[in-house]
């Protein structure tokens, strides 16, 4: 599993599982849709009066399941933010190659968009005989990253 061939598989999910901490401290999860950018960063957009916006605010950290349909799964943990400006202009572009209907979201009074940076990520293959498991972290997330 190279780079390219994991943004493939990344960029083939349009769903992701995302997991974020509550106020209490408590998990929270829901079914968000996803943009991959080149350097494999995640973009969905959510209203700003959500719970996972509200989590996200005051806690970044996040974790997502992303694909489940074939046997295989990436599992990722990572940071959120809302860009603004320019690369929030580049990221909602990216957004609406995969989600056209979301120019109509972009109106609404509340609409926000999250970024999130990976930190850790396990690519899982169980098709095979064999598992096939591999972990990024580190600087060898950053080497994939970097392509």
């Known amino acids: 599993m190279n780079a390219s061939e994991l943004l493939e598989f990344l960029r083939a999910q349009k769903w992701a599982v995302e997991a974020s901490v509550g106020a209490t ?4 999860a829901a079914v ?8 494999f960063e995640l973009v ?3 209203l700003g009066s959500t719970r996972k916006a509200e989590n996200l605010r005051r806690d970044p950290r996040i974790a997502l399941v992303i694909g489940w349909d074939d046997g295989r799964t990436v599992q990722l943990e990572g940071i959120a933010d809302e860009p603004t400006g320019v690369e929030l202009e580049q990221l909602v572009e990216k957004y609406l190659e995969r989600f056209p209907d979301g ?13 999130v940076r990976p930190s850790w990520l396990r690519y899982s293959d169980f098709r095979g ?8 972290e580190g600087a060898t997330l950053t080497e994939l990253m970097a392509g």
């Open 44 to 46: 969905f957009d959510t």
């Open 25 to 28: 401290g408590a998990p929270q």
């Open 129 to 136: 005989s064999e598992p096939v498991v591999l972990t990024f």
């Open 103 to 115: 120019v109509e979201r972009r109106a609404w009074p509340e609409i926000a968009y999250f970024r």
């Open 32 to 39: 968000i849709g996803i943009a991959v950018t080149d350097g």
